[in-house]
């Protein structure tokens, strides 16, 4: 179900009130707006003020602790601060691809967020091919990169832009192929079945738990997944494109103020993303141990209008949230912890080392689910064991 | 299904209008001095030298080359890939169908990109098979 | 006019004004951009048509894929912020020729066609069917990648650097 049909669940009380109910478009826009200006926008503001607390933590040192109780308005203030800025283009700029730019690179990393499912019953588009949409959208952000970076008449720009995009671009291979052994698994692309073929046998579910523990090579195909992601999103130790010691600020030198802000939006916003993906994929999502989610049925309704799946739907997206946090918390701590990588070692890194390693795992992987009929390691476990 | 490429896309085109929109407001709030400083391009406190339309080394384009290639392969499999299941639940021939075929595809792209490895074209920088050139060279020429 | 019309609409205008830009610009990196345009048009295009997976392989393939490399020749070209192509009439002959043979082509195919629809199709999702389809009666055509495996060696061995001794004994840093 998406969030749209979800929301539109409202149309019971409009229908009362006033005859008919609001058209699917109406909900549809709602649902956008919900997850993008209500989830993407603050929580990837709030990720700038968690970073800078984490990096504190990890210096030993306390970070912003000034505005607000602990600090914890810092994004908000810095947020107004960037839009009151001056917005001083260079003259000789690119105008109309300067202004492009980040409307292609948010179009990429926010618009994949339709396919990231929060609950059963909240997905921003229950799309069939729904992580291949995902994929789609998140090779726009190169495009975007590239264009911005040429566009601001910067040298040190381009380098960073050309670099960036030979670095997403790259690293979408091992990322498809990652994503294609997960797909081989379990024989869909959309996202609900994905999620929900991960649950535990009482509720329902085949009995693998989660994917990544699914066979040894998923195990290792998590790790690229993640190693891919983190080099999608210019992360460090991927972060050349925008590498603050050598090419001053990469690929959005030249951009200042909103447009900036912009940009370090996009860019948390596509961790974001890429650790919601991993957390349906591969972490099992909305999924907890020994307990059915989707059991919770406390009776309440308003009406003929059952309230249970917003209950359900409520302690879905703790369960998920709290997932994805971890692996967020994963991204920021690689940040302080690992040396930034060389680009011709970044290349190699990806063409000689991930491409081949996830060649032989989407092949293991393929030969695991056919010699095993897509049991799991735990399930052959328990079998063995006489469990089930 | 309509429906859904429409939520689909309502996520998409907010996205793409959130930029211009932000900065469109903004342009009310914001201060406007234009400078001749402010107007140069930054390089780290210098004057800019040169255009920055510079010709760039060509290892991009092959790096982007091989990346389509690739591309399309992974395009390509996920529709394949995403019988394995049911093709194994129906046995027989389907099964080897899937399997040979998409190992085919997939071996033959290997091959490729075994053969660029070889010949140095996915170096960044063209070392070890410019190193070993360069010494055979040397060593032709000194055993004159 | 429901809202699909109005985004098939969009689509047509949207992806008809980019091919225009993209022909006839007289800056090359602005006719390249433009291409993303119509490029975009078309995959919303097999969207509005239910062909769901096309239209995602539509953006990752022609926007995140062959864009970028187009671009990125574009790009490494000399000049060309500079340079202005389409000087003189008489490099209108050909390209008029060609897209007249085309249009008359696929005129002759619209118009033979029977378009007859009798109910409103219902959309079904296509991934599984085309998944069948290319390991079943197109499975040749799935092996094509052997062609463009092929492109691809040829491209690779015309872009390499001309002059690999110089290179490595002037040991420059890298871009």
Redo the contacts between chains.
Sequence with gaps: MSLAEFLSGINYFIAHLFGTGLPMAVFSILSAVIVLLLFAMPVGGFCTYLERKVAADFQERIGPNRVGPLGLLQFFSDGIKMFLKEDSISKNADRWIYNFAPSLVMAGSFGAFAAVPFSAYMIGADLDIGIFYAMALGSLVSLGVLLGAWSSDNKWSLIGGMRGAAQIVSYEIPLGIAVLSVITICGSMNMHTLVAQQAWPTAGGEGHFWNVFHNPFMIINFFIYFTAALAECNRTPFDLPEAESELVSGFNTEFSGMRFGLYALSEFADVILFACIATAIFLGGWHVPFFNLQSINLGLSIGELDLSPLIQSVLMIGVFLFKVSVLVFVVMWLRWTLPRLRVDQLMNLCWKYLIPISFFNLIGVAIWTWAFSGRSMLQLLGQLLGVY | MLQEFGNALSFVLLAAILPPLILFIGKFFRPSFPHEGKLTTYECGELPVGSAYVMFNNRFYLVAIVFLVFDVEVALLFPVLMLFREAIEIGGPAISQVFALSFAFLGVLFVGLVYEWKTGDIDWVRDAVDRREHLETLEKGSSK | MT??DI?VAFCFLLGGAAAFFTAFHPNI??AA?SL?GSLVAVA?LY??L?A??LA??Q???Y???????I???V??S?D??KRRFFEGAKKYIFPVLAAALVFGGLAKVTLDADWSVATKPD???T??A???A???PY?LV??Y??V??A???G??II???AT??Q???DDEG??
Excluded: C, H
């Design positions: 809202l699909a985004f990196l602005y951009i993303i919303g969207g509005a239910g769901d997976f995602a392989a953006l990752i393939i926007v995140g894929g062959i864009l970028i490399v671009l990125f020749a790009m490494m000399e060309i912020y959309f079904e999702p991934a599984r085309m998944g069948w290319l390991v079943g499975a799935f092996q990648v052997v463009l495996l492109g691809l060696i491209a690779v872009a390499r650097p690999k001794m290179k490595f004994t890298d871009n």
